[in-house]
T-cell receptor, first 115, second 115 residues
Framework: NAGVTQTPKFQVLKTGQSMTLQCAQD?????MSWYRQDPGMGLRLIHY???????DQGEVPNGYNVSRSTTEDFPLRLLSAAPSQTSVYFC?????FGTGGNTIYFGEGSWLTVV | KNQVEQSPQSLIILEGKNCTLQ??????????LRWYKQDTGRGPVSLTI?????NTKSNGRYTATLDADTKQSSLHITASQLSDSASYIC??????????????FGTGTRLLVSP
């Protein structure tokens, strides 16, 4: 059971380049999401998905695209990288976010530097 | 404004000693409160989850408390070990019974356990 797997672990991009951060989970979770973690700030939600074919924007969606064609995968695309997108990105998944409090599992992170 | 504030920002304790980390929140509507441990260079790992009706939850040497009236939570670590050195993040889940619920993250307390 791999949990939430993110690739790549590290990436350096030039301004204007595009790339995709991959996220896969093997727990059959309906909910998946992407966060970014910047120094001195809490994690912030970029995009999320409540199931295959359904995505929505979080609080910092500009410059990022997502799609969810399968339950397992939720890639994050940077359309035209900017230095402001230098950050650590985390993918997360869970069965649901109900008041019962299901565990939210995070991947190990992807460190992205845009120069 | 939905916010989660943690104190102290950083803490150094001797191995074997106990410590308590604080979390104050102004998040509405409240669904549940979570504590996560994040090792350097790794993703957050869930420690405890507490709903509105729970005021204590333990996970081994970790004990979390919740006072929903004062909107405060604490994480107590007993008999600290070197492996406890990490950032501890308080997260409040905002929302009701259904649908994707947004997480509000604190900036974390960085704990260093010294031999």
């Amino acid at each position: 059971n791999a949990g939430v797997t993110q690739t790549p672990k590290f990436q350096v991009l030039k301004t204007g380049q595009s790339m995709t951060l991959q996220c896969a989970q093997d727990m059959n979770h309906e909910y998946m999401s992407w966060y970014r973690q910047d120094p001195g700030m809490g994690l912030r939600l970029i995009h999320y998905s409540v199931g295959a074919g359904i995505t929505d924007q979080g609080e910092v969606p500009n410059g990022y695209n997502v799609s969810r064609s399968t339950t397992e995968d939720f890639p994050l695309r940077l359309l035209s990288a900017a230095p402001s997108q230098t950050s650590v990105y985390f993918c997360a998944s869970s069965y649901s976010f109900g008041t019962g409090g299901n565990t939210i599992y995070f991947g190990e992170g992807s460190w992205l530097t845009v120069v | 404004k939905n916010q989660v504030e943690q104190s102290p920002q950083s803490l150094i304790i001797l191995e074997g000693k106990n410590c308590t980390l604080q979390c104050n929140y102004t998040v509405s509507p409240f669904s549940n409160l979570r504590w996560y441990k994040q090792d350097t260079g790794r993703g957050p790992v869930s420690l405890t989850i507490m709903t509105f009706s729970e005021n204590t939850k333990s996970n081994g040497r970790y004990t979390a408390t919740l006072d929903a009236d004062t909107k405060q939570s604490s994480l107590h670590i007993t008999a600290s070990q070197l492996s406890d050195s990490a950032s501890y993040i308080c997260v409040v889940c905002r929302g009701r019974n259904t649908g994707f619920q947004k997480l509000v993250f604190g900036t974390g307390t960085r704990l260093l356990v010294s031999p």
